[in-house]
């Protein structure tokens, strides 16, 4: 079984702008202050071409429900990996995913940074799938809405930040 999820954000930079500030460690850091999610970046690849690898720890949100906190990593951080590609017309491709050491879940996607009137939008899409018989529905109902906040306060923050520096 699995749930699908889905958040867009509109920015008011151009796609390079918004890329190179959304793959940049300065942006973990600033989201890590401001979110109080516990970022950090564990990793950051960047290769001939314009892909960027990310690999951050950040902390489980504080209010799961009991009957899914046995499922829940005993140190409450999650492993977050994001690849992305410049198209090559202005776009930015990103495949990303979630990983609860030891839970049987997972929260994976793709999505696009695309140029979208005076600035651009970030479109992520994914599927929550978490594998445990009776609860897995539920937990997969809980997942799906606070990813899509996550993704939400994360495209409002990028969106601030960015209106800042233009």
Same mark, same amino acid.
């Given at each position: 079984?699995?749930?699908?999820? &889905?958040? $867009?954000?509109?920015? @008011?930079?151009? !796609?390079?702008?918004?890329?190179?500030? /959304?793959?940049? !460690?300065?942006?973990?850091?600033?989201?890590?202050?401001? =979110?109080?999610?516990?970022?950090?970046?564990?990793?950051?690849?960047?290769?001939?071409?314009?892909?960027?690898?990310?690999?951050?720890?950040?902390? #489980?949100? /504080?209010?799961?429900?009991?009957?899914?906190?046995?499922?829940?990593?005993?140190?409450? /951080?999650? !492993?977050?990996?994001?690849?992305?590609?410049?198209?090559?017309?202005?776009?930015?491709?990103? $495949?990303? &995913?979630?990983?609860?050491?030891?839970?049987?879940? &997972?929260? &994976?996607?793709?999505?696009?940074?695309? @140029?979208?009137?005076? *600035?651009?939008?970030?479109?992520?899409?994914?599927?929550?799938?978490?594998?445990? @018989? #009776? #609860?897995?529905?539920?937990?997969?109902?809980?997942?799906?809405? =606070?990813?899509?906040?996550?993704?939400?306060?994360? *495209?409002?923050?990028?969106?601030?930040?960015?209106?800042? /520096? !233009?």
């Amino acid at each position: 079984m699995s749930k699908k999820l &889905s958040s $867009t954000s509109v920015l @008011p930079a151009d !796609t390079d702008t918004a890329f190179a500030l /959304r793959t940049s !460690t300065e942006w973990v850091e600033l989201k890590a202050g401001r =979110l109080q999610d516990g970022s950090l970046v564990q990793e950051r690849t960047a290769a001939d071409g314009g892909q960027v690898e990310l690999v951050l720890l950040r902390d #489980i949100p /504080r209010d799961v429900p009991g009957m899914f906190r046995r499922f829940v990593p005993a140190d409450g /951080r999650v !492993t977050q990996r994001e690849s992305w590609t410049p198209a090559g017309d202005g776009t930015y491709r990103v $495949t990303w &995913s979630l990983g609860f050491d030891g839970a049987p879940g &997972s929260v &994976s996607g793709e999505g696009e940074l695309v @140029p979208e009137g005076e *600035g651009s939008a970030l479109h992520l899409d994914g599927v929550a799938q978490v594998s445990v @018989p #009776i #609860i897995g529905g539920k937990a997969e109902a809980f997942l799906v809405p =606070l990813v899509e906040g996550i993704m939400q306060q994360e *495209g409002q923050l990028l969106a601030s930040l960015l209106a800042d /520096r !233009t």
